[in-house]
């Protein structure tokens, strides 16, 4: 909401405050200043002496200003709407604009068509003050020339009022707040609230409410009214915050608005047919209103309808044919009270956002309905002429007034955690309009969140302020939870995974359709991606089943980005839905490299690729001694593996690793070969739990024995190592693979088959191993391969 | 025979002397003291010697070996100085490290990890709750009204069996409390949603910080100590902290966290940075409504929450203007976050 500080001094006097006083004042109370606008320098009155046409230009005219320099000053202008002896607003040269998207502009001297042009005579959207582009903005007649624009319209806060506070949605209601706090006269507002015109109750055919959504209706009529311009007080006013000034009976009724906080509505009583009707709108009614669109009605929404027809959106907006025009006499002015939720929800639903429904939908003292329509009522008759009923017409009742709360100060001392005395508390909330009855608080009506004890405590925190509250700081042991011990693990893997030279990425949970293609998570027991039901576009459709889609999406980036050479990992939540429809979410961790091996430097000027290889070493790091990759059937990778620890039927599978297809990687850019894996992260953790023991140390020396085996090309590594680790021999120490050689030329060894070359650790815990031991333990292990392996020796 | 031997060892000495190789070294050595070598042969002449002199030859004998075997040994060490000192003559230190490949964290998760770590020195511990949330745990028992804009599908991400992805991590508040018994002292980090279009402020995912702490006679006054000291550890001790007066639905009363940071060259200014409150009552008749019982009594204990942008904080923590360099995880950007 805009406030103009010009505006609150009808109602306190801050002459003493600086800008920034004040807006740490606002700041305070609770009100959150999001802006202060104020009109640059340079930009002043200026009277428009003569206008000729430009020689040169059909559309330009070229001017003689007075801008009370005493010098006629030489304008090139564009606009038309104005004619000689206008005030209008000048920025001279040096002025500094606002050019929209946070650009500004300055003003210069310059050539327009070749006709010398001293500065620029300015609209009012051109300024920033209100959006009206029409032409140059007309000032009032008795504005001097050469006064800066700026005291014309002084700063103006732009104020973000939260939903609790509606009664600081007007300049009244925000200097009630101030006054408060400040510890100042509240002026210029005792008449407001209080009507002191006399009542009736309304015929059927007068007033008929039909509606729970409008407890209390008011009408008065004006007859005889002069519509016209408003006057340069009034228009000066609504312009400064930002409003267009229209006709004088729509102004009063927005000043008002402004001033207190109360949407009121001006109906032309010769297009109304009959008495008002206050009530639901038929499904499918459509309405015309003032903002030109035509809204389709449900039976949920409320209007304001004369005996043949909607005349407005109760609470919203008024119609386009019903609101005051300059051919209007006789005016019934609307003052009413709507139950907030019913407008919100209209508001909502048409998304049509109106001063009046931001106001109705947080709540507008009701108390204030037949003041505010006194108040229109006499600014009507001084400007607009007339006379108005000698009486205000009535229907229905004003609720209840809010009930009176009782605060326990003890209570209030021991949620603010400070020694407030009873007096500093019976002060502060005395000071925001609440009186102290026997028992309880009595609230003013405008508060009207004002319900529980805790909402007078809140007054009291706010006011007292947290810097009069002592900084208590104490804390007690707290227990680590599974959360903490997994956040503990995964650091761990972490800052392991970051010094291998992985980067970690950190991908947006919502990925396109297209993205799942991606996805290693969801092949098993009928998992399922899930769908959002209202995306916000097609590229953040889904919640990522897993973490390879982002990866990819990352590395096809960095691709273009020029960093073809990554490691990358990324850690986080992914999520599945299950056969039945329930949601799992669960912790996961993968992995991607692609790329060369190591940056190009002068000590490997073309390192080779990364490879399968380099992603196992990685996997290595970060799990436990045990791990496996199995090769599984999945189509969506080359060369893809389970990962697993351990062997057979007890081993935990972790995930899947593999190659991108070559094709897929093609797509996103990706040259070289890109190795993926994806594991369940809390799996991993819970793997990695086990005790670690300590094993004494070898005493007696090992003996081992190099084997050279043929085997057929196709046979996995992995298998034989499976047939070692199942191998039956007290004395085998340990295997390791150190050469494997295949020939496809077939010159050197068949072309189906290749060479493994294992080196065989033999020991003992207790002897040094007699040769001849040694030999009969490895002639077993080497019939053992023959017959379980078909192996040949070399 | 005494004079062959001087003239042996003087011979040798000059020798060796002269010597600059290790072939050098090892051609002086058999040339005096091997098999055939001129000490060896001369030493064969002690059965000539007579009987009284052989006591005078066998000591020069002796010696004349010693001084050339050290004199050897003396040539040897030199040699092998000359040649260590040449082995890495040629090395320049100076050349650019051999690559390891670079890696690091996030900067998120170095923010994350750090705010983490202030928080549970100071007795708070983790706790967690789904992503995928209900209406109730995301909004009602957070004591939103009905009507609240935030539950538009405009606002926010809706399943299909009308769950919703959680608009912010204060459902952990009542996971929690739904489970655990006061009190409670927890922190959660984590992912929340919101129906943005992804600009340079806004994010669809974001991360945010949640805290409660729930026992009897928690105040505004240990809420206050609390976020003080939990800023000035983050952003450093001088760090100026203030708490104005807000509004949420399911704190009463309710405070922003405002930090005023100095940049270079320009005026200090006020940072919003986070949200906090005592716990409204509403949220835990909701919660105890929900249990069953009177563990969470809003007449017998009270408790205060906060909750933080973890992506601003690292945007304000690090200087970085633009919410999406976060998402796109470029290298050269992570790559500055690396040590």
Redesign the interface.
């Given at each position: 909401m805009n406030v103009s500080l010009k505006w609150l001094s009808d109602h306190v006097d801050f002459s003493e405050y600086s800008m920034d006083e004040l807006d740490d004042l606002l700041?305070?109370?609770?009100i959150?200043v999001e802006g202060i606008q104020s009109l640059p320098d340079n930009l002043v009155v200026a009277e428009v002496l003569s206008s000729e046409k430009h020689p040169d230009a059909d559309k330009l005219s070229v001017c003689q200003v007075d801008d009370g320099s005493g010098t006629p000053r030489q304008i090139v202008c564009g606009a038309r709407n104005y004619r000689v002896g206008d005030k209008v607003p000048l920025a001279r040269p040096g002025c500094v604009l606002d050019a929209g998207d946070g650009k500004t502009f300055e003003i210069r001297e310059g050539k327009l068509r070749g006709v010398e042009s001293l500065g620029m005579m300015c609209a009012a959207s051109e300024i920033g003050l209100t959006d009206d582009a029409d032409g140059l903005m007309i000032l009032s007649p008795d504005l001097k020339s050469g006064t800066p624009l700026s005291e014309v319209y002084p700063a103006v806060f732009e104020l973000e009022i939260?939903?609790?506070?509606p009664d600081c949605l007007s300049h009244l209601g925000v200097a009630r707040e101030l006054a408060a706090l400040a510890k100042k006269e509240l002026a210029g507002a005792s008449h407001h609230g209080d009507s002191s015109t006399p009542t009736r109750a309304a015929k059927d055919k007068e007033i008929k409410i039909s509606t729970e959504s409008c407890p209390y209706y008011t009408a008065r009529i004006i007859h005889g009214v002069k519509v016209g311009e408003s006057p340069a007080w009034l228009k000066e006013k609504l312009e400064s915050i930002g409003l267009r000034p229209i006709n004088n009976i729509v102004d009063i009724t927005n000043y008002v608005l402004m001033e207190m906080g109360q949407p009121l509505h001006a109906f032309d009583m010769a297009k109304l047919d009959g008495g008002i009707n206050v009530r639901q709108a038929a499904e499918g009614e459509e309405f015309l209103a003032l903002d030109g669109e035509t809204y389709p009605l449900t039976e949920e929404d409320m209007v304001i309808a004369d005996s043949s027809k909607a005349v407005a959106i109760g609470g919203v907006m008024g119609g386009e044919d019903s609101g005051v025009t300059e051919t209007t006499t006789d005016v019934l002015l609307e003052s009413a009270y709507f139950v907030t939720?019913k407008i919100?929800?209209t508001a909502?639903r048409l998304n049509l956002h109106s001063d009046s429904s931001y106001r109705f939908e947080r709540g507008v003292d009701p108390y204030q309905v037949n003041g505010a329509s006194d108040l229109a009522i006499k600014l009507i008759l001084e400007l607009a002429g007339g006379k108005a009923e000698e009486e205000m017409v009535t229907c229905g009742e004003i609720p209840a007034a809010p009930a009176s709360v009782a605060l326990d100060n003890d209570y209030c001392r021991?949620?603010?955690?400070?020694e407030v005395p009873d007096e500093a508390i019976e002060a502060i909330l005395t000071s925001l309009g609440l009186s102290k009855g026997a028992d309880a608080w009595d609230i003013p009506t405008y508060r009207l969140d004002l319900i529980?004890p805790?909402?007078l405590?809140?007054e009291v925190?706010?006011v007292y302020g947290?810097?009069n509250?002592?900084?208590?700081?104490?804390?007690?042991?707290?227990?680590?939870?599974q959360?903490?011990h997994y956040?503990d693990f995964a650091?761990g893997i972490?800052?392991t995974?970051?010094?291998?030279?992985?980067?970690?990425?950190?991908?947006?949970?919502?990925i396109s359709d297209q993205q799942l293609t991606d996805d290693l998570a969801t092949s098993h027991r009928g998992m399922s991606p899930?769908?959002?039901?209202?995306?916000?576009n097609d590229e953040?459709d889904y919640?990522r089943p897993g973490l390879v889609p982002g990866l990819l999406a990352?590395a096809s980036?960095?691709q273009r980005?020029g960093?073809a050479d990554?490691?990358?990992f990324e850690m986080?939540?992914v999520?599945t839905a299950t056969p039945k429809?329930g949601?799992v979410?669960h912790e996961h961790l993968a992995l991607l490299m692609t790329g060369e091996?190591?940056?190009r430097?002068?000590?490997d000027g073309k390192p080779s690729n990364l490879d399968i290889h380099d992603l196992r070493a990685a996997l290595e790091e970060i799990c436990p001694k045990g791990l496996n990759l199995v090769p599984v059937d999945d189509d969506r990778m080359l060369c893809a593996c389970s990962i697993e620890i351990g062997r057979g039927k007890k081993a935990t599978k972790l995930g899947l690793a593999g190659i991108v297809p070559l094709a897929r990687a093609r797509e996103l850019d990706l040259e070289a070969p890109v190795m993926v894996a994806e594991i369940n992260l809390k799996k991993l953790a819970s793997a990695a739990g086990a005790d670690l023991k300590y094993k004494e140390l070898p005493k007696f020396p090992s003996s081992s024995r190099d084997v050279a085996m043929l085997v057929s090309a196709d046979l996995a590594a992995g298998i034989v190592a499976d047939f070692f680790a199942n191998h039956e021999e007290p004395l085998l120490e340990s295997v390791e693979l150190f050469d494997v050689f295949q020939d496809p030329s077939g010159e050197k060894l068949p072309a189906d088959k290749k060479s493994l070359a294992y080196s065989i650790s033999y020991r003992s815990g207790d002897r040094t191993l007699e040769a001849a031991e040694v030999e009969t333990a490895h002639a077993k292990l080497l019939d053992s391969l023959k017959s379980g392996l078909h192996v040949e020796f070399r | 025979m005494l004079a062959e031997l001087d003239a042996i060892k003087s011979d040798a000495l000059s020798a060796i002397a002269a010597i600059t190789d290790e072939a050098g070294l090892e051609e002086a050595r058999v040339g005096f003291l091997g098999k055939k070598g001129r000490l060896t042969a001369a030493s064969a002449g002690m059965r000539d010697v007579p009987r009284e002199q052989k006591k005078d030859v066998g000591q020069k004998l002796n010696e004349v070996r010693m001084a050339i075997t050290a004199a050897l040994e003396g040539k040897g060490a030199v040699l092998t100085a000359a040649k260590d000192a040449a082995a890495f003559a040629s090395i320049d230190a100076t050349?650019?490290s051999?690559?390891?490949?670079?890696?690091?964290?996030?900067p998120?998760?170095h923010v994350l990890?750090e705010a983490?770590f202030i928080l549970?020195r100071?007795?708070?511990?983790?706790?967690?709750g789904?992503?995928?949330e209900t209406e109730w745990h995301c909004f009602d028992a957070l004591n939103t009204p009905e009507?609240h804009?935030a539950r538009?599908?405009s606002d926010t991400?809706?399943?299909?069996?009308g769950?919703l992805?959680r608009t912010h991590t204060s459902s952990v508040q009542i996971r929690t409390m739904e489970k655990e018994m006061p009190?409670v002292?927890?922190i959660a980090p984590g992912?929340a949603?919101r129906?943005?279009?992804i600009d340079a402020t806004h994010?669809?995912?974001f991360h945010q910080l949640e805290g409660l702490y729930v026992d009897k006679?928690v105040?505004?006054?240990?809420l206050?100590?609390?976020l003080?000291?939990f800023f000035r550890e983050l952003f450093g001790s001088r760090t100026e902290v203030?708490?104005?007066?807000?509004?949420f639905p399911f704190t009463?009363?309710?405070?922003?966290v405002d930090l005023k940071l100095h940049a270079t060259g320009k005026a200090a200014k006020w940072i919003e940075i986070a949200g906090c409150g005592?716990v409204?009552?509403a949220v835990f008749t909701e919660v105890s409504t929900k249990r069953g019982d009177a563990a969470y009594d809003p007449s017998e204990i009270?408790g205060f929450a906060f909750g933080m942008g973890l992506d601003r904080l690292a945007m304000i923590m690090y200087g970085i203007p633009d919410l999406r360099l976060?998402?796109?995880?470029?290298?050269?950007f992570?790559?500055q976050f690396?040590k």
């Open positions: 700041t305070f109370t609770g959150e939260t939903p609790n506070r939720s919100r929800r909502r021991s949620v603010i955690g400070a529980r805790i909402d405590v809140e925190a706010r947290l810097d509250v002592p900084s208590n700081q104490g804390a007690w042991f707290s227990p680590a939870s959360a903490d956040f650091s972490q800052s995974l970051s010094s291998l030279g992985f980067f970690e990425a950190r991908n947006l949970k919502l899930i769908r959002l039901k209202n995306p916000l953040q919640l990352t980036r960095n980005f960093n990554v490691r990358f986080g939540r999520f429809g949601e979410e091996r190591t940056a430097s002068w000590a | 050349l650019p051999r690559p390891l490949p670079e890696g690091g964290l996030h998120l998760t990890n983490v549970r100071m007795g708070f511990a983790l706790a967690e789904p992503e995928i009507d804009p538009n599908e991400f809706y399943f299909e069996n769950k992805l009190p002292r927890i992912s949603f129906r943005d279009e994010l669809s995912v006679n105040t505004l006054a240990d206050k100590g609390t003080e000291y203030r708490f104005r007066p807000h509004f009463e009363p309710s405070f922003e005592i409204d009552p009270s976060l998402i796109e995880n470029d290298v050269r992570l790559s690396a």
